[in-house]
């Protein structure tokens, strides 16, 4: 191999993660500077395997990016899925137990006249889309922009020099190990790989990004916490297709979830949305701060669908594809940043540090108002790959840069005023916190508990009686790993699992994991079946005495979302 | 030293069908839904020529042919351990069958080894058993035969010692180290559970090396193409739909006792149908000059008839009456409008009436020195069925160190006539000497049809022989009818159906271009005819000179499992798989169930294994159940940590009823089963056992 005419270990700027926002990253960074050396690394397989959402797209910053980089972008092929479903049909709908369901819509219309909060629920002009599909889109461009974009590795940690204090690149995950982690004869060591500036976009809960944060001490001035999304693709019969409607957005409050003032009450709701072809896809998304140690959104997603009002659209139908993802939804408060004195003293506080950039859900710009984070993650790419261009020869500078345009920019006033909401309703439940956050950005800053630290012994009480299939829903989710490689996910002492998880909470993992992963094995609770894992990480946020963790596997594991 | 030419294909993910992959109004796989891969025991070679490589130094080159998209695997081969890679890619070479498709790729290694290696003959050639879209296995002894090189099949394992390779490959019921007297040659990876990863820096290097691209001209093939081709798909669509019941168990006492039920009713039926052969030549149809109720496709048996029935109208009685100016009348009659090509083609095709091959049906026995194994008389069956349709005689040829005893039960199965070659040379069965013999003694006799057993063997062997003898063949033939194909003038041909795609469609072949019509068949599906001791038939010697040139390796050592198994009369088979995790494992869990079957059931159990179980060494090859092992037919089988790779499922295809444990829910097996338990069978199997003694 002439590895020699170039450093194949190095790059100008390593993109950790081939999402919407790390690709918009690549795709603007690239187009300014045709030679800039850029690479892209991604866990899945291809792209978009690993990426999940409704999705409802905001789409003004995925074209302001797309215009500039590549002006005749409608006329690629895969653009017109992305400008192919307009939101026309939008409802709120409030599901007041089993049969009652309210429209709350013109309540949302007249919030969004008096500029309410509220209003930002509003979805029409939205357009709703596949984020597999659209993740495959833009790495198409990226790659005729030349772009050089990597499915397969997995980044295991960030490198820190601690004398230079700083950032100088990072590691691969070993390959070939077998179960007991001795090396097979295809072991292939991680490799090092060096960068002069890194952007993480990993997406939610990054681990690299988290390891980033630790390493060199950047803080969040509220816990970062997380929902977990359940979603299925349901194809259904042409009549029923035709009575939901092909530009139509659907979402709920209340049932399964939350029931004022009797509960259940469990932050979050539902969704539906034409998804073309005669499918539908419905989802739940459920704040992971439950309280229920039986809960598991899945079971929450089948009462959802046996609502009468869901049930009308998709019964006979079957589902051809499902997911899980978790979404951070501390917003504003969230966001983990570096503290700093800057220009004449003043304290800055960057959203990375030195050369390393944070951006979309691996940051938590996630906007609790719109329930959307898609369109902040490809604003902030689009910003940290222009920075990313601009400091080149000083990419000490990137992250205050960075910092800089996301304040000028429509990110961090996209957040601010929602930066209340979700721990509002954490701290005083749904039935008063969705009133009380119509005046959210008036309310000083609450910090919240972690999600894991909410878990009580109450029960969640199901409708729909028996378990549920989640080997099916692995299936649906196309996942696979190699089996013979040691677990990446791990409990850290039994000791809790056997003395206190079990009488208290009947071992929740085993019931939240939406992937079964988790079995009893002995008086143990094991990490059964690593292979099934389809990378949502509830687990390390919701183990109720925070015993569990997760790395990445070998390149390429994971589940295989084609429209999700 | 050694250089190594890796043969790669580009093939659509199979393990990735789900529901929005088949057309929903004709049922058939939308190949294109589907994303492209690199077929998975082409990594195996890879892998096996990375490690050849590790022991003598040399350069990796990977060849393709395809379109200009199957660069990327190209791409994938060299972000792991190829050194440079050739894309043979030219419109011409498009819609090439087996041989259309080997010619090229040996035209393309001559001039790999001339460009690249300079001429030194010091290298192998290394490929993927088969494809998981044709499933052939017939390309790589193709290339062999072109290049007239040796082919070492089933390769597992490679040593090197004493400055020479020795390969382990598989043989019928055990494993066999063999060293070849001659490079270059060809070895086909039937396994090699060590694929290699891409490395970050091999893949940057990857991306930014250029691939060589070749058209046909740069190599100039002498059979290349649709013109090339020998057979000629004529109709796909989708499989007879599943019997397997696919039912998720979850409460094991039911589950068992619904077992203990369906077994005493003697299971489900098998997916194939194989029907009996039914065919009139046109002379002999009582019904008219213008029936042709046996066309391949219904489709054209529709057309034939309405045709028939305006020419009726019309008072033509006559072939000869047929013409240019009818074409009009019988249109203007027609109530949907049939070109006036087709129509042409149909008028020119009733003119003939007879058959378009002559000579008889033969079958080319396979045996263990002692009998003849059990597909031989399938095919007996088969060819007799056949020959009584076209009123010729069955032939067997046989050929071995010696066969003299196995004569009768050859002419017992249905033989007219036995074609017998013995050679001292003959004794272990290896491609060079039996392709040269088998092909030799064919040519000599010509018979218009020529079938194998898809075994191990006969996989080998018959593509080499079909491409000596520049014939068509169509691998894995699950069905056989003599059909017609009146529009391009084909009377009373051979309409070849086989499973591709991993199973997931069916497809109708013909041979064309060939004198002889050459087909292997899975072991299991056809049926035997009653074996009769009273029948006589003729017994003519034939020989062919043989040397030791002709032996072109030389076997070590040969390995073979303690004694039989009856895999293939069990009634009931219980199978391990690499789930087992090791050797006490598969012994304890296999015998236990084993045991209490036998017991409860009241009858015959066999212990099974998939081919990675035997490759960890859990149990000996001769327990091997699949495509390179025994297919085999029992009542009940049980598969217990078996994921369920294409060539073990098609051994499987004819089992009454199939129950799997694996717990990886995604376990391809399961969509072939009729009961499924998701869960480890260390966990599964003691309920089993313990609900089977209530």
């Not at chain 1, 187009?31 to 409704?54: F, Q």
């Not at chain 1, 009797?262 to 072809?277: E, N």
């Not at chain 2, 013995?422 to 010509?446: H, M, Q, S, T």
């Not at chain 2, 039989?564 to 995790?581: M, P």
């Amino acid at each position: 191999m002439a590895t020699k005419e170039k450093d194949y270990r190095h790059a100008s700027i390593l993109i950790v993660g081939a999402g919407p926002g790390g690709l918009a990253a690549a795709i603007t960074a690239k187009s300014i500077n045709k030679d800039a050396d850029i690479v892209v690394l991604e866990k899945g397989e291809a792209l978009g395997n690993h990426t999940i959402s409704g999705a409802v797209l905001e789409i003004a910053p995925l074209k302001r990016m797309l215009d500039k980089a590549v002006p005749d972008w409608l006329t690629l092929e895969g653009a017109d899925h992305i400008m192919g479903r307009e939101v026309r049909s939008d409802a709120v709908r409030f599901l007041l137990g089993k049969k009652l369901t309210i429209n709350i819509s013109s309540i949302i219309k007249l919030g969004k006249k008096l500029g309410l909060p509220l209003g930002e629920m509003d979805n029409h002009g939205n357009y709703v889309v596949s984020i597999s599909k659209l993740t495959k889109f833009l790495g198409k461009v990226a790659l005729s922009l030349g772009v050089e974009i990597y499915p397969g590795f997995c980044v295991k940690e960030i490198l820190y020099d601690k004398t230079e204090r700083k950032i100088y690149g990072i590691k691969l995950v070993d390959q070939g190990l077998d179960k007991e982690g001795h090396p097979q004869s295809n072991y292939l060591k991680g490799e090092t790989i060096t960068a002069d500036i890194i952007i993480l976009s990993e997406g939610s809960d990054g681990l690299v990004t988290e390891d980033f944060v630790a390493k060199t001490g950047l803080k969040r001035e509220i816990n970062q916490v997380f929902s977990v999304g359940v979603k299925e693709v349901i194809r259904v019969s042409k009549e029923r297709y035709e009575l939901f409607g092909n530009n139509r957005v659907i979402h709920t409050l209340g049932y399964p979830l939350w029931f004022p003032i009797f509960g259940p009450d469990v932050f979050g709701g539902g969704f539906a949305y034409s998804y073309g072809d005669n499918q539908i896809t419905i989802g739940i998304i459920a704040g992971a701060d439950w309280k229920y140690y039986n809960f598991n959104p899945q079971k929450a997603l089948v009462d959802f669908k046996h609502h009468p009002f869901i049930y009308q659209f998709i019964e006979g139908g079957e589902v051809i594809e499902a997911g899980v993802k978790t979404i951070p939804e501390g917003g504003y408060h969230a966001v983990p940043r570096y503290e700093q004195s800057g220009n004449g003293g003043k304290i800055i506080r960057t959203v990375g540090y030195k050369n390393v950039m944070i951006i979309g859900d691996s940051a938590g710009f996630v906007n609790m108002h719109k329930i959307k984070g898609l369109h902040n993650a490809i604003e902030s790419g689009s910003l940290a790959g222009q920075v990313s261009v601009q400091c080149l020869n000083n990419p000490d500078k990137a992250a205050e840069v960075y910092t800089h345009m996301l304040e000028q920019n429509s990110v961090i006033d996209d957040l601010k005023p929602a930066r209340n909401f979700r721990a509002i309703i954490a701290k005083f439940g749904s039935t008063i916190g969705f009133p009380l956050s119509t005046i959210g950005k008036y309310i000083p800053k609450l910090n919240i508990e972690r999600d894991f630290e909410s878990m009580t012994s109450t029960m969640f009480k199901y409708d729909t009686p028996g378990k549920f299939d989640k080997a099916t829903f692995v299936a649906l989710a196309g996942t696979k790993h190699r089996e013979d490689q040691p677990s990446h996910l791990s409990i850290l002492d039994q000791h809790y699992c056997i003395n206190k998880c079990d009488p208290l909470f009947d071992r929740a993992c085993i019931t939240f994991c939406p992937a079964g992963v988790y079995e009893q094995v002995g008086d143990k609770t094991l990490p059964a079946n690593p292979s099934n894992c389809i990378h949502c990480k509830t687990c390390q946020r919701k183990c109720p005495f925070d015993n569990i963790r997760w790395t990445v596997p070998e390149g390429g594991g994971g589940p295989r979302y084609k429209q999700m | 030293m050694s250089n190594y030419i890796v043969l790669v294909k580009q093939v659509p993910d199979v393990t990735q069908i789900t529901g929005n992959a088949f057309d929903p109004e004709t049922g058939t796989l939308k190949r294109g839904a589907l994303p492209s891969v690199i077929n998975k025991l082409d990594t195996d070679a890879l892998a096996f020529a990375d490690k050849m490589r590790q022991a003598s130094p040399g350069k990796i080159v990977c060849l393709t042919m395809g379109p200009p998209m199957a660069k990327d695997i190209l791409i994938y081969s060299l972000s792991r351990s190829a050194d440079s890679a050739v894309l043979l890619t030219d419109k011409v070479l498009g819609g090439a069958d087996t041989p259309a498709t080997a010619n090229p790729l040996a035209y393309a290694i001559r001039r790999i080894v001339k460009d690249m290696f300079h001429g030194d003959n010091n290298y192998m050639v290394i490929a993927g058993m088969q494809s998981v879209d044709g499933d052939t296995a017939q390309v790589p002894p193709q290339v062999a035969e072109e290049l007239q090189i040796p082919c070492i099949a089933y390769a597992t394992d490679v040593e090197f010692t004493s400055n020479k390779f020795r390969i382990k490959k598989i043989v019928t019921g055990g494993n066999q180290w063999v060293s070849p007297k001659t490079l270059p040659c060809v070895i086909t990876v039937a396994g090699y559970d060590y694929p290699l990863f891409a490395s970050f820096q091999r893949s940057r290097w990857a991306r930014g090396h250029a691939v060589i691209h070749w058209s046909a001209g740069d190599i100039k093939p002498t059979l290349f193409g649709c013109d090339g081709s020998k057979t000629r798909v004529i109709k796909v669509f989708p499989p007879p739909k599943s019997s397997r019941k696919n039912k998720h168990v979850t409460h094991i006492h039911e589950f068992v006792s619904e077992l203990v039920m369906s077994y005493k009713k003697g299971g489900f039926s098998s997916v194939f149908e194989t029907g009996e052969a039914d065919y009139l030549i046109p002379s002999k149809r009582a019904d008219g000059t213008f029936n042709r109720n046996y066309e391949v496709t219904d489709k054209e048996v529709r057309l034939f008839n309405r045709v028939a029935q305006a020419l009726s109208k019309l008072g033509i009685t006559e072939v000869h009456q047929l013409n240019g100016p009818l074409v009009d009348r019988v249109q203007a009659i027609l109530d949907e409008k049939v070109p006036k090509r087709m129509m042409m083609e149909m008028f020119e095709g009733y003119k003939i009436t007879r058959p378009s091959y002559t000579g008889d049906i033969w079958v080319v026995a396979e045996h263990d020195d002692e009998k003849t194994n059990d597909v031989t008389a399938e095919l007996l069956g088969k060819a007799s069925n056949l020959a009584k349709l076209l009123d010729v005689r069955v032939g067997a040829v046989i050929a071995g160190r010696e066969c003299k005893h196995m004569l009768n039960e050859l002419v017992a199965a249905g033989a007219d006539d036995v074609y017998i070659i013995e050679n001292e040379l003959l004794k272990d069965f290896r491609p060079g000497p039996y392709r040269k013999v088998i092909a030799d003694v064919i040519k000599r006799y010509e018979p218009q049809i020529v079938l194998f057993g898809a075994t191990p063997q006969g996989r080998v062997l018959a593509p080499m022989v079909a491409y000596r003898l520049g014939c068509g063949l169509t691998a894995d033939c699950t069905r056989l009818d003599i059909k017609d194909n009146t529009r391009r003038g084909d009377i009373a041909i051979l309409a070849q159906t086989r499973p591709a795609l991993g199973g997931n469609v069916m497809a109708t072949i013909c041979t064309m271009n060939s004198k002889i019509q050459m087909a292997t068949a899975r072991p299991g599906v056809m049926r035997k005819i009653k074996s009769d001791t009273s029948r006589r038939g003729n017994i003519i010697h034939h020989s062919v000179a043989l040397s030791e040139s002709d032996i072109e390796f030389d076997i070590i050592s040969t390995e073979l499992g303690g004694g039989r198994t009856k895999l293939t009369i069990a009634d009931v088979i219980v199978s391990g798989g690499k789930g087992l995790r090791n050797r006490d494992n598969f012994n304890k869990l296999a015998s236990n169930l084993s045991s209490v079957l036998q017991k409860k059931l009241n009858c015959t159990v066999e212990i099974g294994a998939s081919r990675a179980a035997v490759e960890q060494g859990f149990i000996d090859r001769i327990h091997q159940v699949g495509q390179t092992g025994t297919t085999v037919s029992p009542k009940l089988y049980i598969a217990l940590g078996i994921s369920g790779a294409i060539q073990h499922l098609i051994g499987i295809e004819n089992a009454g009823i199939i129950v799997a444990i694996n717990s990886d829910p995604q376990a391809p097996i399961f969509k072939h089963s009729d009961y499924y338990l998701i869960g480890t069978a260390e966990e599964i199997v003691p309920q089993i056992v313990e609900a089977l003694k209530q």
